[in-house]
């Protein structure tokens, strides 16, 4: 398919006119959007990432929280590690807890971004792993230090 440009000029005795191609302006519309939206995506998805972040570090017998993409360029797939060392029965209903203040984000981003690829999950853990590419930590939390410098 070939495009005549958006807006051309027409010259007839002497009468400069001025001529609008609206689909091509139509489809260059869409192109920009799209780029748009994307960005748009992008930033209310490592806002709403950095939020949940803090969320649940706020949860009782939360140590830190590490936000960590499968994809360093790419929000849509993050794990939510979370550090802690309570014990069962208490640890499920932390994993409960989490794993409900993640879907909530999840399925809010999917909502508001008309994308439905966000894909969130959650590991409890007692030690991070090592990370092999530190871009892949997008967000981060140490919940006690935190509270700690606050009472100080």
Known sequence: MTLSPTRTTVLTKGRAYRVVNP???????????LSAGSDI????????IEKLVKSLAKLPGIERVRAVSH??????????????????????????KAMALVRETEWMLCDTTND???????QMLRKFP???NENQ???????????????S
């Open 137 to 151: 930590v997008i967000a981060s939390s140490y919940a006690r230090r935190e509270c700690l410098s606050a009472a």
């Open 116 to 122: 439905g690829d966000w894909d969130f999950g959650t």
């Open 23 to 33: 689909i091509a302006e139509l489809v260059i519309e869409k192109i920009v959007a």
């Open 130 to 132: 090592t990370v092999s």
């Open 71 to 96: 994809k360093p360029d790419d929000l849509h797939e993050v794990t939510f590690e979370i550090l802690s060392y309570i014990h069962p029965p208490e640890r499920r209903e932390l994993a409960a």
């Open 41 to 48: 995506s992008k930033n209310s998805g490592f806002t709403e």
